[in-house]
């Protein structure tokens, strides 16, 4: 009987865990209305995501419900729906144009749902106002104009992603969009800098992947500005 116990219990365990690391793909604690039947595991966090852009454009169901599901068990989602929402609200501060927003972090996937609705939309405005840069300096989303030549480069960081290579800076907009802006630093690590925060950068323009660059190697070179 002994030797039966050490058998057995193992394999009860991995059942278990199996069973745990299976329930944790989807919203277990939301509690789905009737649009989703009785189903005890729950919707999925796409699902959520879905209904809270449905309960907006239609102006019903439990909104509150769906965000705090995602809110709790779906960050990723939750980052989406909140981006939506917060851009549809109809304002003399709204931005209308999606290239815009994107500039300021909102997530693309939100933009792309704003530019169905029709509360964004794409390509540059001409009576947008071009961004002014501290002591000038040339527009990170201008860059693609400039490529050969040695400029400096100003725009709002979007992320910091440290590789083997060395610091990687995407501006105006995040990795992976083709649309950003890089600045590198080889075989170098910088301290943190916040996501937002305005930086300038030298350097000589240059197109890797349809992704327009620069190389810096003095960190102290780089303008941070808050």
Partial sequence: MKTTVRMVF??????????????????????????????????????????????????????????EAMRLNCSDESEIAADYLSNTIDNEFRIESCDELLGYGTRAEAVDL?????????????????????????????????????????????????????????????YPSADRFTIIFWDIYLEPVASGTTVCGSGEIFLYNGVTQIEMWDPAALEIWS
């Fill in 10 to 67: 193992p394999a009860l365990t991995a059942v278990l865990l199996v069973v745990s690391l299976t329930a944790c793909t989807r919203a277990s604690t939301y509690s789905p209305d009737a649009a989703y039947g009785s189903d005890d595991i729950g919707p999925s966090c796409s699902e959520l995501l879905a209904a809270t852009v449905q309960y907006a454009r239609t102006d019903s169901g439990d909104i509150n419900s769906t965000m």
């Fill in 114 to 174: 704003l530019a169905q609705d029709g509360w964004c939309s794409f390509g540059v405005s001409e009576e947008a106002a071009a961004p002014e840069w501290p002591d000038g300096g040339l527009g990170w989303d201008q860059t693609h104009d400039y490529v050969g030549t040695v400029q400096r480069v100003c725009g709002p960081l979007m992320s910091a992603r440290e590789t083997e290579d060395g610091t990687f800076l995407n501006v105006g907009s995040d």
